[in-house]
């Protein structure tokens, strides 16, 4: 595969070849391969003069070297790390030029999964249910690309979140498949998620398959909790009538803390009559 357009796309494992021009002029000039990947600092993958110069530098996958009027790359068995950009680069003393820039794309193998299903419960949903999530993954097991067994997760929505939140992984028993007996059927494997549920787990739960690289997501089962309005009345009555007795009882303790102070103060002062009457007779 050659580069064209400056975009190339090949499928992983594949070998590729990038070319540069190369011109020779009255100066020496220096020509690189360079990538820039993502996250990492730039790469030297090869040098050459703009001469003809019968040097080739290897490493385990790249090879650099010349051709009449060109700079090749050549990168075998390729692999999703070589995605990046590789640039060719002409150096001239102090003077440096990009001469071409090639966005290389590395595909991996398509997901043998067809299908995501999720079914909603059929029966309404109360607080305290025992609730039970299917979700059923069509693969086609016959043209497999991938190697291992893909993996399966759970996530909620809420209302009040922006994204998803993690809530449960699958092991990778294999219980959950069912072995078809007709040819070129896709194979049925589900998986279920169980959970006593309470009013603050309404959401939107979504089923999502980890195969080949990607993640791939069911079409969501929206569990609305639903409340009873009989025992939602009652509660509020229940607590009305609880302020209410509150309310009641403070009123109750404020009179009688008045009246026993009112009596206080009225002891304190017969008290004090009574004494100065007596002082008044002895005097």
Not at 126 to 143: A, F, I, M, Y
Not at 154 to 171: C, L, N, V
Request: charged share 20%; hydrophobic share 35%; proline share 4%.
């Amino acid at each position: 595969c050659t580069d064209d357009q400056n975009l190339v796309t090949v499928t992983v494992g594949q070998n590729v070849t990038l070319t540069c021009a190369r011109q020779t002029s009255l100066y020496q000039e220096t020509l690189f391969w360079i990538r820039l990947v993502s996250g990492n600092l730039p790469e030297v993958l090869g040098t050459t003069f703009n001469f003809d110069y019968d040097d080739v530098k290897k490493t385990p996958r790249f090879t650099a070297k010349q051709e009449p009027g060109s700079f090749l790359l050549n990168i075998s068995t390729t692999e999703l790390s070589d995605t990046g950009v590789y640039y060719c680069i002409k150096v001239d003393q102090l003077d440096m030029k990009f001469v071409k820039g090639t966005f290389l794309r590395i595909k991996g193998p398509e997901p043998d999964i067809t299908a995501v299903i999720q079914v909603p419960p059929s029966d309404p949903v109360r607080p305290g249910d025992s609730v039970t999530l299917q979700c059923s993954v069509l693969s086609d097991s016959e043209n497999r690309t991938c190697p291992g067994d893909h993996s399966v997760y759970w996530f909620r929505a809420g209302s009040d979140e922006s994204h998803p939140s993690f809530i449960y992984a699958h092991g990778n028993s294999g219980d959950e498949c069912e072995k078809s007996l007709e040819a070129r059927s896709p194979q049925k494997c589900v998986y279920n998620f169980s959970k006593k549920v309470s009013s603050s787990d309404a959401g939107t739960y979504y089923c999502a398959v980890a195969t080949c690289g990607e993640i791939l997501f069911g079409n969501g089962t929206n569990l609305d909790i639903q409340v009873n309005m009989w025992d939602l009345k009652t509660a509020n009555t229940v607590l009305f009538l609880l302020c209410a007795a509150l309310a009641i009882s403070l009123i109750v303790i404020a009179f009688l803390i008045h009246t026993i102070k009112k009596k206080s103060c009225g002891c304190f002062n017969d008290g004090a009559t009574a004494s100065g009457d007596q002082q008044s007779q002895q005097v």
